[in-house]
């Protein structure tokens, strides 16, 4: 059961930003990043947090993807099949280095909490000081990885947009001299960049999600078409709406308004829309779907499917749609997978905005060439 070494190196990073709707964005621009440099990208574990717990949860990157569909758009590797049988041999722990942009850590946090013109040095200012905080102690020690040196690498980044910085990549740190390249954070943007958004059809969920989302489909919904919402409206999400003003562009919002707002402004409506708001576009959704159902009663809405983070308005939309003849459903454990995996395959989804949990499902959805709308966008 040999593993074949690949002679074009390796790239490892850590997840260490954001819940998975940010991971997934920059996971996809750090398979973009590892096909640049034509390296076998270390598929990362998922990093979770609990409510009242102190360390994260590390979960394998295949509890959610499978691994086939990957391949064939780059080299991946599983995290255990490297730490097992190739970073033994081409990454001893003698010559584990780790990358960063500049020296991060105890200096920048230092920096940004003081209010002194020359910010005050404490510990090790030479350094990624790539285990300092959560979760990037907590990942390393996942795989019991420590790091003996750090290598900055800027000015140069991960644009690979441009061939001169693929080009400068591979000759400052060549394979035979730099096996494995160990990221500190992710190699990539978020949001994901416009020219990788098309990798998420690589992304497939594995056999349990799906199974479970299919078995609540078959068990739960009525037969017919459904329509899929997320209502992001958590008091985290309540606080980030509040810097729409000055955050034209919040999160994921160029999935609507373009990378350089050439489709608008983010507006409070679509970060947190109201109730009316929702009422009113879930309406005309349903309506619309009916319309084309004249000619093909496969489509008749039964159902609207609710995915949310906090509160599924569940009663509040019955009422609402009660003369519409539709069945208002929801998860009944909460599972963030399981909801995308469904939003995935309503008929039409209807998504935030600025989340970048709407966003995954978003591109899944323009992959397969699957309708999507959004809260309060366009602005009518
Ligand atoms: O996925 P995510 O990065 O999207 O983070 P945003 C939001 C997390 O909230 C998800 C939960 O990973 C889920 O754990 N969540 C959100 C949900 N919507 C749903 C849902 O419909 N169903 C279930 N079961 N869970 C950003 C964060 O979130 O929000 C940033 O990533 C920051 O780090 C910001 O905290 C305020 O882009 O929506």
Known sequence: N????????????????????????????????????????????????????????????????????????????????????????????????????????????????????????????????????????????????????????????????????????????????????????????????????????????????????????????????FIGIHLRNGVDWVRACKHIPESPNLFAAPQCLGYRNEKGNATAEMCLPSKEQIVKQLKKAIKNMNDLAKVDSHKTVRAVFVASDNHHMIEELRSALHKLKVTVVKLNTPDPHVDLAILGKSNVFIGNCISSFSAFVKRERDSRGAPSLFWGFPVT
């Not at 979770?48 to 959610?64: A, M, N």
């Not at 990549?169 to 098309?198: M, Q």
């Open 2 to 225: 040999s593993v074949s070494f690949d002679p074009s190196g390796y790239m490892v990073y850590c997840p260490c930003m954001g819940r998975f709707g940010n991971q997934a964005d920059h996971f996809l621009g750090s398979l973009a990043f590892a096909k640049a440099l034509n390296r076998t990208l270390v598929l990362p574990p998922w990093i979770e947090y609990r409510y009242g717990e102190r360390l994260p949860k590390i979960v394998p990157f295949s509890t959610y993807f499978t691994t086939a569909p990957l391949l064939e758009f780059h080299k991946v590797i599983p995290m255990k099949t490297f730490m097992d049988s190739i970073a033994p041999y081409e990454w001893p722990s003698k010559q584990r280095v780790v990358f960063c942009y500049m020296a991060r850590g105890k200096v920048l946090v230092v920096m940004y909490k003081s209010t002194l013109a020359s910010p005050l040095l404490l510990g090790d200012s030479k350094s990624c000081n790539a285990k300092e905080g959560n979760p990037f102690g907590a990942f390393w020690d996942s795989i019991q990885v420590d790091f003996v040196d750090s290598e900055f690498y800027g000015p140069l980044h991960h644009d690979v947009s441009n061939e001169d910085i693929v080009k400068t990549w591979k000759e400052i740190y060549p394979p035979d001299k730099w096996p494995v390249l160990a990221f500190t954070g992710a190699p990539a943007s978020f949001p994901v960049a416009d020219e990788n958004r098309h990798i998420h059809k690589h992304l497939v969920w594995s056999k349990d999600i799906e199974d479970k989302a299919k078995k609540f489909l078959s068990s739960r919904m009525p037969k017919g078409a």
